[in-house]
C-alpha cells in the first residue's frame, strides 16, 4: 500500500499551489482532480498585485489583457472613467491557462497530478487519512489538503461554516475586432441595484467576460441584473461562449480550517475578499501556506498563518461591504476623489491591503460619518 506524504484534492489555484509547496520541499505528494485540464472554469480572471505576488516566478503569466483603465457606473448611471499611468492595475487571464499552467509548475516541482479522479469520502485516523474515489479506490496519505471547492467533500469533512454566500453569474461573449479595441486595457464596473451588488466586463483578447454577483437568495432579479447590464452594453445579440453560474461562499470568522490531519485552503476553507468577491488571490496564499506547513510537520502553524496573513483583510472587506450595500452610491462618489481612485489603485496593486487602508485615521472618520447615515432603498430590477 502506497502512503502519499501528502494527497491534494482539486487542482485549481488553492491545490496546485500546496502542491507545489510541498512537491519543492521534497514531500511524495499526489493531486487528484475530477475533471481534466485545461478546462473552463467560471471565474472573472482577473489577477490583482496581490495574485502576481503569490505566483513569482512559477509561471509564465498567461495574460490577455493589461488593465490600466477602469469605467465606474452606478447602476448605469453617473458613468466616469480613471487610468493609472503607473502600470497596470489587473492582469486578465483564462483560467483554463493559467491553471493549466500552474498544473505544469506543481508537476515540474515533482508532483503527480491524478486527473478524473472524483473524491467520495474522506477518513482519518491519527496517522493515516483514506480518501475513497469513485471508482472504488482508495488513496492512502499522512495529510491532505481539500481544495475541492466550497460544496466539496473536503469542506464537509472538516466542518466549514459559512457568514456569506453570494449568487455570480458570468457570460463569455466571443466579440468582433471593433468591439475588442473598445474594450483594451479597460474594465467596467457597474455598482449594481441589488444591496452589496454590482457587475463588471473584463477584456480577454477576443472574447469578454461579463457578469454580476450579488447575495444568495434572490436568484431571478440576480438574473434580471445581468439581462439590462448586457442590454446597457450592447451585447444582448452575442451568442456566448459560455453561460454559467456558481455560488461563491466567505467562511465564519470562528470557521475551522483543519480537522485533524486534514487541512482546507482557497475556496474550500471559505477563504475570499468579501467585498470584491476576489478568491485566486486568498487562493494561492491559502494553497502556499498549508503545502508549507505539511512539509514543515506542523499542520497548526497553516491555521496560525490564515488568522495572520488573510483574515485581517478579510474582516475589513466585511466592513467595507457593509458600507457599499447601505449605501452605494457614496461609496461610488468617493472612488472619484483623489483619495478614493488612490485606495482603489493600492489595492489593485497589492500595495495596501484592507485592514491598512481601513485603519487609516482619514478612513476610519469617513466610514463612521457613513454610519449615521440611513441606508437607501434598494432599487431592483424588474
Known amino acids: 500500500m502506497i502512503i502519499w506524504d501528502l494527497a491534494v484534492v482539486g487542482a485549481g489555484p488553492a491545490g496546485l499551489s500546496a502542491a507545489h509547496a510541498a512537491a519543492r520541499a521534497g514531500l511524495r505528494t499526489l493531486v487528484l482532480e475530477r475533471a481534466a485540464h485545461p478546462r473552463y472554469k467560471t471565474c472573472g480572471g482577473g489577477l490583482i498585485g496581490t495574485s502576481l505576488a503569490a505566483v ?154 461579463v457578469g454580476v454577483i450579488a447575495s444568495r437568495g434572490d436568484g431571478e432579479r440576480t438574473r434580471a441584473y445581468l439581462r439590462s447590464f448586457v442590454d446597457r452594453l450592447g451585447l444582448s445579440g452575442v451568442e456566448p461562449a459560455h453561460d454559467s453560474g456558481h455560488l461563491t461562499r466567505c467562511r465564519a470568522d470562528d470557521s475551522p480550517l483543519r480537522r485533524g490531519r486534514v487541512l482546507v485552503a482557497g475556496d474550500a476553507a471559505g477563504l475570499l475578499e468579501p467585498w470584491s468577491r476576489e478568491g485566486i488571490s486568498y487562493a494561492l496564499r491559502s494553497g502556499e501556506l498549508a503545502g508549507e506547513a505539511v512539509a514543515a510537520d506542523d499542520l497548526a502553524g497553516y491555521e496560525r498563518g490564515v488568522r495572520r496573513d488573510l483574515v485581517p483583510s478579510m474582516r475589513a472587506g466585511h466592513r467595507l461591504l457593509d458600507v457599499f450595500a447601505r449605501r452605494p452610491e457614496v461609496f461610488h462618489a468617493l472612488l472619484a476623489t483623489p483619495p478614493g481612485w488612490r485606495m482603489f489603485v493600492r489595492f489593485c496593486q497589492g500595495r495596501a491591503s484592507f485592514d491598512e487602508t481601513l485603519g487609516r485615521a482619514p478612513v476610519r472618520a469617513a466610514l463612521a460619518l457613513l454610519d449615521r447615515l440611513p441606508a437607501r432603498p434598494a432599487t431592483l430590477p424588474s
Not at 485516523?125 to 489538503?145: M, S, T
Not at 457570460?171 to 452589496?196: F, I, K, N, S
Open 56 to 209: 513569482g516566478e512559477r509561471i509564465e503569466v498567461p495574460a490577455h489583457d493589461r488593465v490600466d483603465r477602469v469605467t465606474f457606473t452606478r447602476d448605469g448611471r453617473r458613468r466616469f472613467t480613471r487610468r493609472h499611468p503607473g502600470g497596470p492595475l489587473v492582469t486578465m487571464v483564462r483560467r483554463e491557462e493559467f491553471d493549466d499552467r500552474l498544473r505544469a509548475a506543481a508537476v515540474a516541482a515533482g508532483a503527480e497530478v491524478r486527473e478524473r479522479a472524483a473524491v467520495r469520502a474522506v477518513e482519518q485516523d491519527p496517522e493515516v487519512v483514506r480518501l475513497r474515489l469513485a471508482d472504488g479506490e482508495a488513496v492512502h496519505a499522512r495529510a491532505v489538503i481539500g481544495a475541492d471547492g466550497s460544496s466539496g467533500v473536503t469542506a464537509r469533512h472538516v466542518g466549514v461554516r459559512h457568514r456569506q454566500v453570494d449568487l455570480g453569474l458570468e457570460l463569455e461573449l466571443p466579440v468582433p475586432p471593433a468591439e475588442q479595441a473598445r474594450w483594451r486595457g479597460r474594465v467596467l464596473l457597474d455598482w449594481g441595484p441589488l444591496p452589496g451588488s454590482y457587475a463588471w466586463v473584463f477584456p480577454k483578447g477576443d472574447r469578454l467576460t
